[in-house]
T-cell receptor
Framework: DTGVSQDPRHKITKRGQNVTFRCDPI?????LYWYRQTLGQGPEFLTY????????KSRLLSDRFSAERPKGSFSTLEIQRTEQGDSAMYLC?????????????FGEGSWLTVV | AQSVTQLGSHVSVSEGALVLLRCNYS??????LFWYVQYPNQGLQLLLK??????LVKGINGFEAEFKKSETSFHLTKPSAHMSDAAEYFC???????????FGAGTRLFVKA
């Protein structure tokens, strides 16, 4: 396994611009998750995919946020019209569907700074 | 609803001393419980997990945790702290049969020489 891969690792953008993050999960992991983490806090759940189906979205995910997993493999998280409050680390994680224990495996995260 | 409370946002120990990081959970069904560690500017790495087998769970780097249902606790311990243990530690809960993992706010561990 090569692990969960996220790109870019760091992004600085001006307020109002759109940004997109990509996540490549561990191969053959059916489940994919996006979390957001701000300084001094634990990861907060944003959304969850089972293969290509987006099964749950948190209320934290405003209409400026959209996530896709078109072929059930990689996923993208797009933030439109960024605001300073969007500055955070965006974590992607994946897990196999059949494993008991719901263990999720995280990527290195994508840092977003909105200036 | 699931929730996790980590007691103490910061814990400081001397090198060689016992590490104890506290976690209490709330879950309406039998939980799966996890401890993750996060080093600066990195993602979270799994330390150990409880899945209803043995109540004392051993993890990587000499850490272990004990599930106590009566106290709804899952405290993390290590007999002897190393400088390399300095990091942020997160307790997390997931419901059996569910998919969502809920994390605590984290405890930052400082290790003094």
């Amino acid at each position: 396994d090569t692990g969960v891969s996220q790109d870019p690792r760091h992004k600085i953008t001006k307020r109002g611009q759109n940004v997109t993050f990509r996540c490549d999960p561990i191969s053959e992991h059916n489940r994919l998750y996006w979390y957001r983490q701000t300084l001094g806090q634990g990861p907060e759940f944003l959304t969850y995919f089972q293969n290509e189906a987006q099964l749950e979205k948190s209320r934290l995910l405003s209409d400026r946020f959209s996530a896709e997993r078109p072929k059930g493999s990689f996923s993208t998280l797009e933030i439109q019209r960024t605001e300073q409050g969007d500055s955070a680390m965006y974590l992607c994680a994946s897990s196999p569907n059949t494993e008991s224990g719901n263990t999720i495996y995280f990527g290195e995260g994508s840092w977003l700074t909105v200036v | 609803a699931q929730s996790v409370t980590q007691l103490g946002s910061h814990v400081s120990v001397s090198e060689g001393a016992l590490v104890l990081l506290r976690c209490n959970y709330s879950s309406s069904v039998p939980p799966y419980l996890f401890w993750y560690v996060q080093y600066p500017n990195q993602g979270l790495q799994l330390l150990l997990k409880y899945t209803s087998a043995a109540t004392l769970v051993k993890g990587i780097n000499g850490f272990e945790a004990e599930f106590k249902k009566s106290e709804t606790s899952f405290h993390l311990t290590k007999p002897s702290a190393h400088m390399s243990d300095a990091a942020e530690y997160f307790c997390a809960v997931s419901e059996a049969g569910g998919f969502k993992t809920i994390f605590g706010a984290g405890t930052r561990l400082f290790v003094k020489a």
